[in-house]
């Protein structure tokens, strides 16, 4: 069927036939889990009444807006916690990270980040690095770091040692990001909420659920205080163009919402300029298109355990997030593999995306990704640092058919070299 429409050799079919018997079992697990989260979200949808009304376009002030509301009962639903604020006008999952660390930490407070330091756009954030005007540092609030142990998992013992009963909040990452760690499963977000309410029960737990809702059967909600992510990502079900969410105790989310507006205001207001329809449908959708994404990692970690290559998760292993990473071991296998995905897009199909010195980074840096909504990590992409140990790091995909055939032609290229 594929060459119907795309050029693939007879072994590189007859490779993702084999991987696709290897990884069968897998997908059937993925499938049963999208399909618990879709009925979820599908009660949900109905307990909160959405009816059409709540795609109504407020303006100025939005007061009353009924949407808004509405999809903020949704998120606090399907997250399973107490209270959500869903914004079109959060501009990145960063900024949306931002606001809820801003939100609830006061001068004089420590945040412990316990899964080592993260991503590279909230170091900024925390005042890492430099000195940035505005960051937490800049106004008194103490960060505090515990690196990951050597296999990539959380040094629980210097939590123990480390978090005293006064660290207003422990910070956990829940995605690997451009890492090579494990991912962290609802379990142990769990283990670490429970050891740091041991030590210090009015800490905040706070969770960066970015790449990691809908991956499993439960959400973490019981397991934080506070979780954020952006709805260009898994939530958003790429159909959102904007946007992110913060969930999680009522107290705590208020508070946000009075760093998002103001102070007395909060949820209250913020107009909605049309943009709720696109945020229900993409929300809807969500389940489905992370299960998508999810058995077009595992297909491509068979694919590329098969190759002979080193792929985080294996395809057989439990999934937190829906990144996959193949260590390429070259520049040249780095830069086509980027070039495959980007064939197999449907947007930029023609473009042959080539390294280039990124701000920010310390080499060269490759980025595929043919996508509706311009960063959008639910839609198929590809990117990497040009450096040792030249692994690439693949996310998502709207539909597993072409996904597994974008996995198809990067392997045919790798293989043609």
Known sequence: ????????????????????????????????????????????????????????ASTGYGYGDRGRDVLDRIYAEVLETEDALVRHNFASGTHTLTVALFGVLRPGDTMLSVTGIPYDTLQGVIGLGGHYSGSLKDFGIKYQQLDLLSDGTVDYEGVRKTLRSDTKMVYIQRSRGYSLRPTLLNSDIKKIYDLSKSIAPDCIVMLDNCYGEFTEMTAPGKYCDLMAGSLIKNPGGGIAPTGGYIAGRHDLVEACSYRLTTPGTGKEIGCTLGQNRELFLGTYNAPHVTGEALKTAVFAAAVFELLGYKVTPAYNEARGDIIQAILLENEKRLISFCQGIQAASPIDSFVTPEPWDMPGYDSKVIMAAGAFTLGSSIELSADA?????????????????????????????????
């Open 1 to 56: 069927m594929n060459n119907d429409f795309f050029d693939l050799s007879d072994d590189i079919i007859s490779l993702g036939d084999k991987a696709m018997k290897m990884c069968s079992p897998y997908i059937e697990e993925i499938e049963r889990i999208t399909e618990y989260q879709q009925l979820k979200m599908l009660k949900a949808f109905q307990n909160a009444k959405v009816s059409e009304s709540c795609f109504t």
């Open 385 to 417: 640092p040009l450096r040792e140990p030249f692994a690439v790091w693949m996310q998502g995909s709207l539909h597993f058919h072409t996904g597994k055939t974008a996995v198809m032609l990067a392997a045919q290229r790798i293989k043609s070299i």
